[in-house]
T-cell receptor, first 113, second 114 residues
Framework: GENVEQHPSTLSVQEGDSAVIKCTYS??????FPWYKQELGKGPQLIID???NVGEKKDQRIAVTLNKTAKHFSLHITETQPEDSAVYFC????????????WGAGTKLIIKP | EPEVTQTPSHQVTQMGQEVILRCVPI?????FYWYRQILGQKVEFLVS????????KSEIFDDQFSVERPDGSNFTLKIRSTKLEDSAMYFC????????????FGPGTRLTVL
């Protein structure tokens, strides 16, 4: 079945450095790719998303890139801050569905002061 | 800013009991979803709901599960006879409509089945 792989499972970076989280998806019909941030005890919060007709999208310190041919998409966070520490999930829409999301396993991002 | 709310935040129940998890989606949203997250595992899709009926469901969503929108504001997930393996965080989400892809998630209900 459809699957989303996410790496790394844990990422520790120095405050101020950049963080990159990568995902691959299997369903070539997927056309919507959101990234969610989940803080302890809270539900996932959308931080950025991208559709398949766009290769890159940026929102301040956060950017997402999509390579449809390779079925890869990545989250880039620049100038990391302590409040960026959280679990980040990538997801891909199931191509034939009404935006049912298939999720990656999550990346625990730790920002070291 | 409007947000999805869920109650209760934590539900403890005995195996075999029925539970109802409640969600209030964002007003004027048209699509509603339930997901679950077993501790340490991926978030998994359960069901989507549109126009007062289920539009999609996963293999997890068997006959023990049902959803309802009883009064135009609440969206509920019922588990008829809970099993130990139903212990998980259950997230409700809503989406404005076809013009928007974004699903907005609630804070979740932690269900513990003993």
């Amino acid at each position: 079945g459809e699957n989303v792989e996410q790496h790394p499972s844990t990422l520790s970076v120095q405050e101020g450095d950049s963080a990159v989280i990568k995902c691959t998806y299997s369903d070539s019909a997927s056309n919507y790719f959101p990234w969610y941030k989940q803080e302890l005890g809270k539900g996932p919060q959308l931080i950025i998303d991208i559709r398949s007709n766009v290769g890159e999208k940026k929102d301040q310190r956060i950017a997402v890139t999509l390579n449809k041919t390779a079925k890869h998409f990545s989250l880039h966070i620049t100038e990391t801050q302590p409040e960026d520490s959280a679990v980040y999930f990538c997801a891909a829409s199931r191509g034939d569905s009404n935006y049912q999301l298939i999720w990656g396993a999550g990346t625990k991002l730790i920002i070291k002061p | 800013e409007p947000e999805v709310t869920q109650t209760p935040s934590h539900q403890v129940t005995q195996m075999g009991q029925e539970v109802i998890l409640r969600c209030v989606p964002i007003s004027n949203h048209l699509y509603f979803y339930w997901y679950r997250q077993i501790l340490g595992q991926k978030v998994e899709f359960l069901v989507s709901f549109y126009n007062n009926e289920i539009s999609e469901k996963s293999e997890i969503f068997d006959d023990q599960f049902s959803v309802e929108r009883p009064d135009g504001s609440n969206f509920t997930l019922k588990i008829r006879s809970t099993k130990l393996e139903d212990s998980a965080m259950y997230f409700c989400a809503s989406r404005p409509g076809l013009a928007s892809d974004t699903q907005y998630f609630g804070p979740g209900t932690r269900l513990t089945v003993l």
